[in-house]
């Protein structure tokens, strides 16, 4: 089994077990990490699951939808690696991703 990092914003961290085949929205609620909401539910329409990928991932992950793209553009913590956590499958090859989250959601 694999390992998901995520990091607070003041450094707090929460390895969570990966599970490939949800979104990481549902993969961070479920495994209870404080600072993702995720309120609509993952159709991106909130943007209560913003998330900041190390560039080496993102480069892995992919970059944001033009929808995706939209809804960051209203988050004031918004990074140039930044991706919404409900519009990312987790899958194996994730094994040791950092995520980290920001100060504050929408
Ligand atoms: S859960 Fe609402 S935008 Fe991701």
């Known amino acids: 089994m694999g390992k998901i990092l995520f990091v607070s914003h003041d450094g707090d961290t929460h390895e969570t077990e990966l599970v490939a085949g949800r979104s990481l929205m549902q993969h961070a609620t479920g495994h ?12 991106c329409a909130c943007g ?3 998330v900041i990928l190390e560039s080496r991932w993102l480069d892995r992950v992919g ?3 033009p929808e995706e793209d939209q809804m960051l553009c209203m988050t004031p913590e918004r990074q140039p690696t930044s991706r919404l956590a409900c519009q990312i499958t987790v899958s194996a090859d994730m094994d040791g ?10």
């Open 32 to 43: 209870g990490v404080p600072g993702i909401d995720g309120d609509c539910g993952g159709v």
């Open 48 to 50: 209560t699951c913003h």
């Open 63 to 65: 970059a944001s939808g």
């Open 97 to 106: 991703m950092t995520v980290r989250l920001p100060e504050f959601q929408m």
